[in-house]
């Protein structure tokens, strides 16, 4: 390659000659290196641009992403279509064909079971008879026809429970004020009376009578009882009961 040399002014001899072309090489040397420097420069400018330009179109995708799945499951459930409900059993009044928020009766309510029970000490799984029965033990007074109740209030299903004797419990339907009609012709108001058909027995509670203002005298196969001190019926004592009379 031909040279061309800048500095033949002070050229004199050979020796200036080696030293000028010494000087000339690493004057292009420099020249050289400024020029790579500033292209490797110019390069990681592009490529921190093309990197965020990368990075920007994958967080636009990203946040499509959502929005195409949010599609897709709206499109599963109109391809879902109506759920068959005959064989559906409702929790709160066990019958089938719709579910418990639906049901029209009134609601379930577990968290009072065992606060509203109420006692009887005898075992009733005799024959059912449409007497009443005087019983000590009895919180309440528990009435097993529906006929009888004048004033009567349906309670959530589950609510209260009337518990036996021998462990076990009955359901109570209802609550409410019932007629009793004695042979004598008078009329009794019984208040707060639980409906239970199950039971097989109608029961008087001493306790609640108390409440009213009855009182008692009872004898060995004889209950007097009265009210304001003015005797009001007699019961006859049959087993560990007393029969109203």
């Known amino acids: 390659m031909k040279q061309i040399l800048t500095h033949s002014e002070n050229i004199k001899n050979f020796s200036d000659v080696s030293q000028h072309v010494i000087l000339e090489a690493e004057t292009r040397d420099a020249d050289k290196t ?28 990203s946040t499509s992403a959502p929005k195409e799945g949010k599609m897709k499951k709206r499109k599963r459930g109109k391809r879902g279509g109506k759920k068959d409900l005959s064989k559906v059993k409702c929790f709160n009044c066990q019958q089938k064909g719709h579910f418990a928020r639906d049901c029209t009766e009134p609601k379930k309510v577990l968290s009072e079971f065992f ?13 059912s008879q449409p007497m ?23 309670i959530p299903v589950g609510s209260k429970h009337i518990f036996m004797g021998n462990n076990s419990s009955e359901e109570v339907l209802g609550v409410g004020s019932y007629q009793l009609k004695l ?24 306790t609640a009578l108390l409440d009213s203002g ?19 019926r007699h019961g006859f004592r049959m087993d560990s009961l007393f029969q109203l009379d």
């Not at 606060?115 to 024959?127: F, R, T």
């Not at 009443?132 to 349906?154: I, M, P, Q, S």
Request: charged fraction near 25%; charge should be positive.
């Open 183 to 206: 042979r004598t012709g008078r009329t009794l108001i019984l208040d707060d009376v639980r409906y239970a058909p199950t039971v097989q027995l109608n029961l008087l509670s001493v």
């Open 132 to 154: 009443w029965f005087v019983d000590t033990c009895a919180t309440k007074h528990v009435a097993r026809d529906r006929e009888g109740f004048v004033d009567y209030h349906r």
């Open 34 to 61: 400024l020029t790579y420097v500033a292209q490797e420069g110019s390069r990681n400018a592009n490529g921190k641009r093309r990197r965020q330009s990368k990075k920007g179109k994958r967080g636009e995708a």
């Open 214 to 232: 009855f009182s008692f005298i009872f004898r060995v196969n004889k209950l007097d009882i009265f009210l304001d001190d003015v005797l009001f």
């Open 115 to 127: 606060s509203q029970l109420y006692v009887s000490s005898h075992v009733m799984v005799a024959h």
